[in-house]
């Protein structure tokens, strides 16, 4: 199975940029799309941003602009560079990701990071 590490959360003023990145671990055959999620207190979780294996990307309205998805595939990891940031984007975010793996067959899981905080102070 993988592992999910997340960094790069932390407390910034409005305006300011913060950037996340979660690094995937294991018996790993291939990493296919890859998200950030966040959820706010007292809110669903909610898709961020997405980027596939071959590097296309989808936001979400209230980040397009601000936000920017990246990956690398050598290293397994998925960034968020997170740009103008507002009290609102204040949550927990999460990395969310679809391995596939390789055991005499091929089969995808989709898998969780343990999340981070981003505070954007006022």
């Known amino acids: 199975q993988v592992q999910l590490v997340e960094s790069g959360g932390g407390l910034v003023q409005a305006g300011g940029s913060l950037g996340l990145s979660c690094a995937a671990s294991g018996s790993i055959f291939s990493i296919n799309a890859m998200r950030w999620y966040r959820q706010a207190p007292g809110k669903q979780r909610e898709l961020v941003a997405g980027?596939?294996?071959?590097?296309?990307?989808n936001y979400a309205d209230f980040v397009k602009g601000r936000f920017t998805i990246s990956r690398d595939n050598a290293k397994n990891t998925v960034y968020l560079q997170m740009n103008s940031l507002k009290p609102e984007d204040t949550a927990v975010y999460y990395c969310n990701v679809d391995v596939t793996y390789y055991s005499g067959s091929r089969y995808t899981n989709n898998h969780w990071g343990q999340g981070t905080q981003v505070t954007v102070s006022s």
């Open positions: 980027i596939t294996s071959g590097g296309r990307t």
